[in-house]
């Protein structure tokens, strides 16, 4: 991640929020086996060098990616918190700190669409929430780079900084996908 700090227009984009102390908090959250911090640096840096390729609007795109899970402890701590909650959570973090566009509102509020799906071809996750796969879905093409790249960004690290070293994850994720073929 060492490189990140290098790429001098990135950080342009980003330094107010990157170095801002209440984001900075980021850092003491876990997430996906490693912390919110980084798995946000991570989106974000990614969904910019995307965007920039495609020609779309990049500044959104790198800041919407770092603010998207801008929310403070684990999804299970409290409801606004969950799986699907948690980007109006963080919408309403990023405002109260710092200056976003409605674009960039948009980004981190649909940015969950590929949970959205997943529980569709997937129902035992998170059986408790629902949500309309047509309401929640981006609204840009900068909200569909940054959903997903938070999806595959996902995917690298439970399997880097979780699955790897923790059998016991690695099998109730594989339990987890049984139950759906066998019951449903
Ligand atoms: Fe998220
Ligand atoms: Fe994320």
């Known amino acids: 991640m060492s490189h990140i700090f290098e790429n001098k227009k990135y950080i342009k984009i980003v330094e107010n929020i990157l170095f801002n102390s209440n984001f900075v908090k980021l850092k003491y959250d876990d997430h996906h086996g490693t912390n919110k911090y980084d798995h946000c640096r991570r989106v974000s840096y990614i969904s910019y060098k995307i965007a920039r390729f495609l020609g779309c609007d990049y ?18 701590d409290k ?16 405002k109260k700190f710092f200056k976003i566009n ?5 980004i981190i509020k649909t940015h969950m669409f590929h949970q959205i799906f997943l529980k569709k071809i997937f129902p035992f996750i998170n059986r408790k929430e629902h949500a309309s796969v047509i309401k929640s879905r981006p609204t840009c093409i900068e909200g569909w780079i940054v959903c997903l790249t938070d999806m595959l960004v996902a995917f690298y690290e439970l399997f880097i900084y979780k699955i790897k070293n923790n059998l016991k994850y690695a099998y109730n994720i594989s339990l987890i996908c049984i139950f759906n073929y066998i019951f449903l």
């Open 79 to 94: 409801d606004e918190n969950s799986y699907l909650n948690h980007p109006t959570t963080s919408a309403k973090n990023a």
């Open 59 to 76: 500044i959104a795109t790198a800041r919407a990616g770092l603010l998207h899970d801008f929310f403070y402890g684990k999804r299970l």
């Open 102 to 106: 409605k674009k960039e509102e948009s």
